[in-house]
């Protein structure tokens, strides 16, 4: 770990928070708490908690290629001698991160006497690692690791639902091997800092497959991130089928994809729907309801009926499964599959079309919207 070169604001000690920095590497490469609290301030009580969550966080989630380096201080000194400042962090779960990630996140210290503190870890407009964070209950299977900053009870529940997601996706994607991550903060604005997302971002949804470090990199830890604000509120069958569905995008590597939004959602709740037994009155009620009232939509939804805060998402979301479901019952859920693939790997779609199903986007679209209309009748 290198000690910043760089002139410092008066009354900052880069290279003291460096060593504290480094010492708390070690204690997370040793799973020690003990040693993580010892680098709280003094009479700090709420430091010393958080600093050793992180250390038992770590060995029950078995980091690894855990780094931190100091990068540059967020403003002064305050009066009681606290400042914070920006540190790049790597690590990796092992077992089902094949690359570490790689995050600027901001750590508070405190000078205290001849030596520097450290305070936490998160906020200033930056992600915040969940399991540097907070206390978490973890749960880990071969294929599947679970995070909650929660009961006992809700950890129980939430990796139920991990790991039963796992042979749904693999049902219709056997070559699927790598496992599935899922962290739980405690709300959903916690969930906003741990994405670092405007305030509100996700308060419609009920969870979000993403890079841990938000990049594109291919490589990059791609986990299933929950809003328990809207997931809790779900019935049990809707909550496992959202599971589901994060999961497939997991398996298909949706996070970094560049596909139409209508084929990676829509194919995710086919998977996801496949062998639930609804009607399609629940499955579908709110396109059926909106085509009742203002017709068919005139095209396939796009970027923007996805948005995280539109009206009407929870349609958008059933008109695009139905047009997978459509595809699957014109020429089977192999040429679904195998549409998906091509396009996620750069075939325009309508070229993958009509290799695969004979079809146009236009005469997709068409068939499509008959269906929505013969629903809605």
Same mark, same amino acid.
């Given at each position: 770990?290198?000690?910043?070169?760089?002139?410092?604001?008066?009354?900052?000690?880069?290279?003291?928070?460096? *060593?504290?920095?480094?010492?708390?590497?070690?204690?997370?490469?040793?799973?020690?708490?003990?040693?993580?609290?010892?680098?709280?301030?003094?009479?700090?009580?709420?430091?010393?908690?958080?600093?050793?969550?992180?250390?038992? $966080?770590?060995?029950?989630?078995?980091?690894?290629?855990?780094?931190?380096?100091?990068?540059?201080?967020?403003?002064?000194?305050?009066?009681?001698?606290?400042?914070?400042?920006?540190?790049?962090? *790597?690590?990796?779960?092992?077992?089902?991160?094949?690359?570490?990630?790689?995050?600027?996140?901001?750590?508070?210290?405190?000078?205290?006497?001849?030596?520097?503190?450290?305070?936490?870890?998160?906020?200033?407009?930056?992600?915040?690692?969940?399991?540097?964070?907070?206390?978490?209950?973890?749960?880990? *299977?071969? %294929?599947?690791?679970?995070?909650?900053?929660?009961?006992?009870?809700?950890?129980?529940?939430?990796?139920?639902?991990?790991?039963?997601?796992?042979?749904?996706?693999?049902?219709?994607?056997?070559?699927?091997?790598?496992?599935?991550?899922?962290?739980?903060? %405690?709300?959903?604005?916690? &969930?906003?800092?741990?994405?670092?997302?405007?305030?509100?971002?996700?308060? $419609?949804?009920?969870?979000?497959? %993403?890079?841990?470090?938000?990049?594109?990199?291919?490589?990059?830890?791609?986990?299933?991130?929950? $809003?328990?604000?809207?997931?809790?509120?779900?019935?049990?069958?809707?909550?496992?089928?959202?599971?589901?569905?994060?999961?497939?995008?997991?398996?298909?590597?949706?996070?970094?994809? =560049?596909?139409?939004?209508?084929?990676?959602?829509?194919?995710?709740?086919?998977?996801?729907?496949?062998?639930?037994?609804?009607?399609?009155?629940?499955?579908?009620?709110?396109?059926?309801?909106?085509?009742?009232?203002?017709?068919?939509?005139?095209?396939?939804?796009?970027?923007?009926?996805?948005?995280?805060?539109?009206?009407?998402?929870?349609?958008?979301?059933?008109?695009?499964?139905?047009?997978?479901?459509?595809?699957?019952?014109?020429?089977?859920?192999?040429?679904?599959?195998?549409?998906?693939?091509?396009?996620?790997?750069?075939?325009?779609?309508?070229?993958?079309?009509?290799?695969?199903?004979? &079809?146009?986007?236009?005469?997709?679209?068409?068939?499509?919207?008959?269906?929505? =209309?013969?629903?809605?009748?």
């Amino acid at each position: 770990m290198a000690t910043p070169t760089h002139r410092s604001a008066p009354g900052v000690q880069p290279s003291e928070a460096a *060593t504290a920095l480094q010492h708390l590497e070690h204690a997370v490469d040793d799973g020690d708490p003990a040693a993580a609290r010892a680098l709280a301030p003094s009479g700090d009580d709420h430091a010393r908690s958080l600093l050793g969550a992180v250390a038992a $966080n770590a060995r029950a989630l078995r980091v690894r290629d855990f780094t931190l380096r100091y990068v540059d201080e967020e403003g002064g000194v305050a009066d009681d001698g606290s400042w914070s400042a920006a540190v790049d962090a *790597t690590w990796r779960f092992a077992g089902f991160d094949r690359q570490p990630a790689h995050v600027e996140m901001t750590v508070r210290f405190v000078t205290q006497g001849d030596h520097v503190a450290l305070e936490g870890v998160g906020g200033g407009g930056r992600r915040s690692p969940l399991w540097m964070t907070t206390a978490l209950q973890v749960r880990r *299977t071969p %294929s599947t690791l679970v995070m909650v900053a929660g009961s006992v009870h809700e950890a129980d529940a939430y990796a139920r639902r991990a790991t039963t997601a796992v042979p749904v996706v693999r049902r219709v994607l056997p070559q699927w091997h790598s496992g599935l991550v899922v962290e739980v903060p %405690s709300s959903g604005q916690a &969930l906003d800092s741990t994405l670092d997302a405007d305030p509100g971002e996700y308060a $419609n949804i009920a969870a979000v497959t %993403s890079t841990v470090d938000g990049s594109g990199a291919a490589g990059a830890p791609v986990h299933v991130f929950v $809003n328990p604000d809207v997931f809790d509120s779900l019935r049990p069958q809707g909550a496992q089928v959202v599971m589901s569905h994060e999961a497939v995008h997991v398996a298909t590597g949706a996070a970094t994809s =560049s596909m139409p939004l209508w084929l990676l959602e829509g194919f995710a709740d086919y998977v996801a729907l496949r062998d639930v037994d609804l009607p399609i009155t629940t499955t579908a009620g709110q396109i059926i309801k909106r085509v009742r009232r203002d017709g068919p939509p005139a095209h396939l939804p796009g970027a923007a009926e996805f948005g995280t805060t539109t009206t009407h998402l929870g349609a958008t979301y059933e008109s695009a499964w139905l047009a997978c479901r459509l595809l699957a019952r014109t020429g089977g859920e192999a040429a679904l599959v195998h549409l998906y693939e091509r396009v996620d790997h750069g075939t325009p779609l309508g070229v993958a079309l009509k290799s695969s199903f004979g &079809l146009g986007v236009g005469e997709l679209t068409q068939r499509w919207r008959q269906g929505l =209309s013969d629903l809605a009748s």
